[in-house]
């Protein structure tokens, strides 16, 4: 009986180990991690100029330092996932920081163009090791809060992306070698997930211990776990979540890349003025994250994912029109109630797909990285051949994809019918 409660505890997400109680000095210490990987993951795109001097760069070749990052970081995250889902690494978090490391001494002492894309594949490669895992990391410690727990990751992630420009700053005037010193960021981090690698060991000893007849537990426990739904009703509902983030992350795009831009045109806001108007909004999309995880684990994913996407479509669709004090009021509006879908979607799928955490995780970071440079790109075009305020108002029916959120089932009836065609562990 009592490996029968162990395996419920497990396919449920909770660490066994723990009674199902969360670790918050694990979830602290992988969110403090997030943080510092997204730091130096912001820093790349700051430190162009400093490249760009060095090495007489044009705007094509930025592109493509850009271009080879991005790729790597959004592409190998799904087949990493997929991967430590049938072969759990506990240290691959630390290997991961490691790569980092060794991209940004690249970076510093790059004595070539084709050097520097090789660094900017590196730091690429160590985000997308670390995404996946450092995910899985979290909802195994959560306790069962699964939102909770992605949403406090989740804002690590977004409080390095803010910091990471700040301190390439203080890199601006010293030249390509200062960058060697924020290696020492990575190095941090790899100590941390170290100490995380063998939280993850004692975990998996645990587990063997409890299932010793299961020499691949993952696989085991996928093929025990309950599915409520066929394969083909899984895909839709992946079809119809991947729809959603588009909406989301284009949208996105349109403010964090060029927000500064449309307040400068539209009201003739300074540069300073119109960044302060940007920290306001990017400070609501770390609110908004946040809280979208802890009420998703009181009222349900979906209801969550209703009123963050569908529910902004009314003030989107007024922004274009709002005077100064609303455009500010309602950006902030918009910020915090879209970023919280983030954390519902994707616990939503790892839910929908029991066992394959890792590759649920991995898809859809690596399709947030993806849609969100596709979508700065493509809206830089269409401001090219028009103007911000017509992407604005193109962008302002995005949110009405969150209607399709309609056809998404209810999780929570599910696992609860589950749950009642199981035998009872006590």
């Known amino acids: 009986m009592a490996s029968e409660t162990n395996l419920t505890a497990i396919q449920a997400g909770a660490p066994a180990e ?77 290997v991961g920081m490691g790569i980092t490391l060794i991209g940004l001494l690249a970076f510093s002492m790059a004595p070539s163009f084709g050097t520097i894309l090789v660094a900017a594949a590196l730091v690429g490669i160590g985000s997308a090791v670390f995404h996946p895992e450092s995910s899985r990391v979290a909802r195994m410690a959560s306790g069962g809060q699964h939102g909770m727990a992605q949403s406090l990751f989740q804002v690590g992630g977004n409080a390095g992306t803010a910091l990471g420009p700040s301190l390439a700053a203080l890199a601006l005037p010293k030249g390509q ?35 010793p007849n299961d020499s691949a537990l993952p696989a085991s426990l996928e093929s025990v776990g309950h599915r409520a739904f066929s394969n083909k009703k899984v895909a839709f509902c992946l079809a119809i979540l ?11 795009a349109s403010l964090i890349s060029y927000y500064t831009f449309y307040l400068m045109n539209r009201f003739h806001l ?23 995880g802890p009420v998703g684990d009181k009222v349900g994913r979906k209801f969550v994912i209703w009123c963050s996407i569908l529910g902004v479509l009314p003030f989107t669709l007024v922004l274009p029109y709002a005077n100064l004090l609303w455009t500010t009021i309602l950006s902030v509006v918009i910020g915090f109630i879209l970023a919280s879908a983030f954390s519902a979607i994707l616990v939503y799928a790892q839910e929908l ?74």
């Open 18 to 94: 723990t009674g199902g109680k969360t670790v918050f000095k694990i979830l602290v210490a992988i969110s403090v991690c997030h943080l510092l990987n997204d730091t130096v993951q912001s820093l790349i795109p700051a430190i162009y100029p400093i490249l760009r001097t060095s090495f007489h760069l044009n705007l094509g070749q930025i592109g493509l330092i850009a271009l080879t990052s991005q790729v790597t970081a959004s592409l190998l995250q799904p087949l990493v996932g997929l991967y430590t889902d049938r072969r759990p690494q506990p240290y691959s978090l630390a």
């Open 177 to 211: 070698a200062s960058i060697a010193w924020y290696s020492l960021v990575a190095l941090l981090g790899m100590v941390l997930l170290a100490n995380i690698g063998t939280w993850l060991s004692q975990h998996r000893s645990f587990q063997l211990k409890s299932f």
């Open 270 to 292: 300074s540069v300073h003025d119109a960044q302060l108007h940007l920290s306001l909004f990017l400070g609501a999309v770390a609110a908004g994250t946040f809280i979208g």
């Open 353 to 426: 797909v029991p066992g394959r955490v890792g590759a649920v995780s991995g898809l859809f970071f690596g399709f947030a990285f993806g849609l969100g440079g596709v979508g700065a790109a493509l809206l830089g075009k269409l401001a090219d051949l028009t103007d911000l305020n017509f992407v604005y108002h193109v962008c302002s029916f995005l949110p009405a994809i969150g209607i399709l959120t309609a056809f998404l089932p209810n999780l929570e009836p599910a696992r609860t019918k589950s749950s009642a065609g199981q035998p009872s562990a006590a």
């Open 242 to 252: 991947v729809a959603l983030m588009f909406s989301k992350f284009f949208y996105l």
